[in-house]
């Protein structure tokens, strides 16, 4: 498949915008609130590790983030947006220069999104992690605990 049909058939698709409906939320959902937090916590050197768990579906509520400026930077929406950019984008994703290598038609909505946000010249904001954020709750919020042992609070 050549790029061009590569592009078009993405830009018929529409922006790789991370899932929204209720079913994959509350499976996505499901899956942070199972996830064993203590395994993140090292009590000895304060440090809480990282986990990409949950970033998706904080994702799936903030479609607006692929379009906000992080100084000078190009944004994900920016590089959608633009044809020459996009395209060399998907270019180097059917090529493997950069990104891992795909044939077209196994080019995922997350290789699409990975590729917008790594893009050269493109920052996306940040967000912070669920896991750490639950993990804080776990050791500082005055409920019972997972990591102490005991059975969780509501926040």
């Given amino acids: 498949m050549k790029i061009k049909e590569v592009h078009d058939s993405w830009k018929e698709k529409g922006f790789p915008y991370y899932p929204k409906d209720k079913k994959w939320r509350d499976n996505i959902f499901n899956q942070l609130i199972n996830f064993k937090r203590d395994t993140l916590v090292d009590r000895r050197n304060k440090v809480i590790g990282q986990a990409a768990h949950g970033l998706n579906l904080a994702w799936s509520y903030m479609e607006h983030a692929w379009g906000i400026k992080c100084g000078k930077m190009k944004t994900p929406m920016e590089v959608w947006d633009d044809e020459e950019h996009l395209t060399k984008g998907i270019n180097k994703i059917l090529t493997g220069t950069f990104f891992k290598q795909k044939p ?26 669920p896991t750490a954020a639950a993990a804080l709750y776990d050791i500082f919020v005055d409920k019972d605990s997972p990591l102490e042992g005991t059975t969780a609070g509501t926040v």
């Fill in 104 to 129: 077209a038609h196994e080019i995922t909505e997350s290789d699409m999104r990975s590729m917008l946000r790594r893009y050269s010249g493109t920052q996306m904001v940040s967000n912070f992690r």
